[in-house]
């Protein structure tokens, strides 16, 4: 089976960083994902692992150690619209299929 | 490029009723398609996905089908629909061989009452 944690939520203050963890258990390992998604609307997509390190892109950072099962995003000069929901997904041993976490809302405050 | 849409937006239905959710995507050829559904305060749980026309794999057993008459094309449907079913459905796709992410449709909130 899979199974895939991470915090529900998280505050943090605008211009500040914060870094959502993501760990899993799942069979097999083929890559994983995170996603945004604010209030109401459908998961966008923001980053893609499968080696282990350090992936940025822009004010996003996902970090990935497939040893420890354990990844996370890290958001720097938090803006207000950032204010969203914060997916992890893994891809197992079936390459069709992933397998979502709950999410991390995070609030942005002024 | 490639786009999904889905409809209805919104649809509110009796307990009992059938269901019938369609999502297509354009700009694209045999993507693998998947349904998705998000109770409140939750995370999406898989409920179909299809490699190719006609082709369905189901995820969760429920009153819930799916699927596929033609390659772009992607159906969810029930013929009782209960309370438990209401959510916010989402439609997604994944380029055919590609080891790339899913993409999401814009979704469809459902609420049975």
């Known amino acids: 089976g899979q199974n895939i944690d991470q915090p529900t939520e998280m505050t943090a203050t605008e211009g500040a960083i914060v870094q959502i963890n993501c760990t899993y258990q799942?069979?097999?390992?083929?890559?994983l994902f995170w996603y945004q998604q604010h209030a109401g609307e459908a998961p966008t997509f923001l980053s893609y692992?499968?080696?282990?390190g350090l992936e940025e892109k822009g004010r996003f950072s996902s970090f990935l150690s497939r040893s420890k099962g354990y990844s996370y995003l890290l958001l720097k000069e938090l803006q207000m619209k950032d204010s969203a929901s914060y997916l992890c997904?893994?891809?197992?041993?079936?390459?069709?299929?992933?397998?979502f976490g709950a999410g991390t809302t995070v609030t942005v405050r002024a | 490029s490639q786009t999904i849409h889905q409809w209805p937006a919104t649809l509110v239905q009796p307990v009992g009723s059938p269901l019938s959710l369609e999502c297509t995507v354009e700009g694209t050829s045999n993507p693998n398609l998947y349904w998705y559904r998000q109770a409140a305060g939750r995370g999406l749980q898989l409920l179909f996905y299809s490699v190719g026309i006609g082709q369905i794999s189901s995820e969760v057993p429920q009153n819930l089908s799916a699927s596929r008459p033609q390659d772009r094309q992607f159906i969810l449907s029930s013929k009782k629909l209960l309370l438990s079913d209401s959510g916010f459905y989402l439609c997604a796709w994944r380029e055919t061989g590609s080891r790339e992410t899913q993409y999401f449709g814009p979704g469809t909130r459902l609420l049975v009452l």
């Open positions: 692992n499968v080696l282990d």
């Open positions: 799942t069979s097999g390992f083929n890559g």
């Open positions: 997904a893994v891809r197992g041993t079936n390459d069709y299929k992933l397998s």
